[in-house]
């Protein structure tokens, strides 16, 4: 895989930095952190410009080198993140490009592109998290509808989401990897009800979502019926492979600016605290390296493979080494909430569980990556 930039991909990196350096400073500030419906209209405000200037389709069908070049240019910019955008543009729109009739992928990836639908995750249950597989909200097939019922937990984004990226149960006799199904869920649907969660940090930013008796048409079905375990397994390695590719460029980023900070305020002198921020610096060189394999990956065969969960494990570690260092360098700041880097050292703590836990990871990667023997 060649990943050296041509001159034309250099060409595309000049053309996006200027509009960069054009449109940021047009963009309205900030949202709070706790105003979801303000969060979802500046994220879907940024999706559109993009759309607009013909950047949208990069994350989905651009050359892994111009993909990586929009993370680095995005980035270094400070451009806003995906923020509301991330279910639908970073793994259930490419579980639909690669899965979906084509009647599905007209009604769907258009307005993920443009900005004018967000999507959330309903995977997890209450006893149905890294196992899964043992789900058991239910769907019954009722002529041209499931009529699905259950519970949904931790869904990122639920309360402002149109649509839901749904695993139910089909066939409750099958084995249990085998009466699964793959629903695309309105949100706005009878029956669906959202009770926010709070977090740690403080904002609502996941939920608890009901569904009693709720009517899917059969058509926003992705796949065969029972064979949702294997659509899954797709959108989990878009999810852990490719997702957090731009979070890496952040994490550099972060890093940089602790090393400065630490020149400021006197702890640089700690050779303790300069050895941990250079390793550190390794590590998410090593990560990018990890980003263009997995982007290299799933330009080339379509989907990302089980080496995305090398780089999830990594991932999600360095980065609570990361903040964890914020701490270090902060002092007594560390614990005022208006700081800079605070609120995403507590954060931070959820990305070793959220999009499977390190040690389901470390399974994955024993047996999939490695072929260790499975346990017992
Ligand atoms: C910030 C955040 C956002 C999230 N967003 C979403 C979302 O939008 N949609 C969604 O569906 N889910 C979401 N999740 C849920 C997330 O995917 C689950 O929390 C995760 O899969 C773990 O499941 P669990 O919480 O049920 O823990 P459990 O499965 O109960 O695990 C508890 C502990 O036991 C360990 N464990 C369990 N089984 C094994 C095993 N076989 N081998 C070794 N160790 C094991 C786990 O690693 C963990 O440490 C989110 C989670 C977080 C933290």
Redesign the pocket.
């Known amino acids: 895989m060649d990943l050296a930039y041509t001159p034309e991909e250099e060409e595309f990196r000049a053309r996006l930095r200027a509009w960069l350096t054009r449109t940021l400073p047009l963009l309205p500030p900030k949202p709070s952190p706790d105003d979801w419906p303000a969060r979802r209209a500046y994220d879907l405000g940024w999706q559109r410009r993009l759309y607009d200037a013909g950047y949208a389709h990069v994350h989905w069908d651009a050359s892994p080198t111009v993909r990586l070049i929009f993370l680095e240019e995005t980035e270094r910019a400070g451009a806003p993140y995906v923020g509301a955008n991330f279910?639908g543009l970073l793994h259930a729109g490419p579980t639909i490009a690669a899965e979906g009739t084509p009647a599905q992928r007209e009604r769907w990836l258009e307005p993920i592109l443009k900005g004018e639908e967000v999507w959330?995750?309903?995977?997890?249950e209450?006893?149905?998290?890294?196992?899964?597989a043992s789900l058991r909200t239910r769907a019954r097939r009722d002529g041209d509808v499931y009529r699905v019922t259950g519970s949904?937990?931790?869904?990122?984004?639920?309360e402002v989401a149109d649509w839901c990226e749904l695993l139910v149960r089909t066939d409750p006799d099958a084995p249990r990897h085998q009466g699964i199904t793959w629903l695309a869920m309105p949100m706005d649907a009878p029956g669906v009800t959202v009770r926010p969660l709070r977090?740690l940090a403080g904002s609502a930013?996941?939920a608890e979502v009901f569904l009693d008796d709720v009517p899917v048409p059969v058509a926003n079905r992705v796949g065969a019926e029972n064979d949702g375990w294997r659509v899954t397994m797709v959108t989990l390695s878009f999810e852990r492979g490719t997702a957090f590719a731009g979070e890496v460029v952040a994490c550099r980023r972060v890093l940089a600016e602790l090393a400065r900070e630490a020149h400021g305020n006197g702890r640089w002198d700690d050779p303790a605290l300069r050895r941990r921020l250079g390793r550190l610096e390794a590590e998410f060189r090593a990560l990018w390296r990890l980003v263009q394999w997995n982007v290299g990956e799933a330009t080339e065969n379509g989907v990302p493979g089980a080496g995305g969960s090398v780089f999830k494990l990594r991932y999600s570690h360095a980065r609570q080494q990361l903040y964890d260092a914020t701490a270090d360098v902060l002092g007594d700041a560390a614990l005022d909430l208006d700081r800079p880097w605070v609120l995403e050292r507590l954060?931070s703590l959820?990305?070793t569980?959220?999009?499977?836990?390190?040690?389901?990871q470390r399974?994955i990667v024993a047996q999939r990556v490695l072929g260790l023997p499975k346990g017992r």
């Not at 209450?126 to 899964?132: H, I, M, T, Y």
């Not at 569980?353 to 389901?360: D, E, N």
């Open positions: 279910v959330c995750q309903g995977f997890s209450p006893d149905a998290g890294s196992d899964l949904k937990i931790w869904t990122s984004h639920a977090t930013e996941f954060s959820s990305y569980i959220a999009a499977g836990t390190s040690q389901i399974t």
